[in-house]
């Protein structure tokens, strides 16, 4: 069977993206990185991509903070077509998509976000946990759809909040375990085991292949 394509969205240090290289390399992920697109030029991502020889590309987002502008969502999605992506995963990814890119890889995307989902979505989720007194927080994969940290909910880790923890602490805490589970998510989807059944994601047993994923 041919491995299956990732095409991997972040802004940032890019630490999820180095442990999905680093599954591939091993054999632990059977999967490839095949791009890297990130909407900051700077970003240490681009950098890990190149490192490993990975193709590794910027694009220009646009004027707002917070979402990509149309151009960008267009070459984003001109992007991940050439390198016929099977699965995108954002890692770090900083932007809010638009419906056009979430439509386009319908139950394709996969997010990773460092809390139990629908506890703590949106940013510096840490604080919100250590500020609310939290005794337990973790991290979660799942699809994208077109809410903020909404779509249906792949796997999840729990770590514990210990006390004199930091933000900082507790979010190595959860690194730790986001890199073990984004692994496991991506292959997951690609030994055609996640069912998606309205909100709720089945995981198949490791057999019963033939049902595959899809939307319905
Ligand atoms: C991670 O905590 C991830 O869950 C969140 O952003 C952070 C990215 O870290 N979405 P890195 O760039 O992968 O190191």
Not at 50 to 61: H, K, M, S, T, Y
Request: glycine residues 10%.
């Amino acid at each position: 069977m041919a491995r299956m394509r990732l095409g991997v969205l972040a802004s940032g240090r890019g630490s999820n993206l180095q442990a999905l290289i680093d599954s591939s390399r091993d054999g632990r992920m059977k999967a490839d990185v095949v791009v890297v697109i990130s909407d900051v030029e700077a970003a240490q991502a681009l950098a890990r991509a190149c490192d490993a020889g990975i193709d590794a590309r910027f694009v220009e987002p646009g004027p707002k903070r917070a979402y990509l502008s149309e151009e960008a969502e267009g070459a984003i999605i001109g992007l991940l077509d050439e390198f016929k992506v099977d699965l995108v995963c954002l890692a770090g990814f900083m932007r809010i998509l638009g419906p056009r890119l979430i439509r386009h890889f319908k139950w394709r995307l996969v997010n990773i976000h460092p809390s139990l989902l629908p506890a703590f979505p949106g940013l510096n989720v840490q604080r919100k946990a250590l500020e609310y007194g939290v005794k337990f927080s973790g991290c979660t994969v799942h699809f994208v759809d077109e809410g903020v940290d909404t779509g249906p909910i792949v796997i999840q880790a729990v770590v514990p909040v210990l006390e004199g923890d930091t933000e900082e602490k507790l979010a190595q805490r959860i690194l730790k375990e986001e890199h073990r589970i984004y692994t496991e998510a991506v292959n997951l989807f690609g030994e055609g085991r996640l069912k998606i059944d309205g909100r709720v994601v089945r995981v198949l047993p490791e057999r019963s292949r033939d049902a595959g994923s899809d939307g319905n």
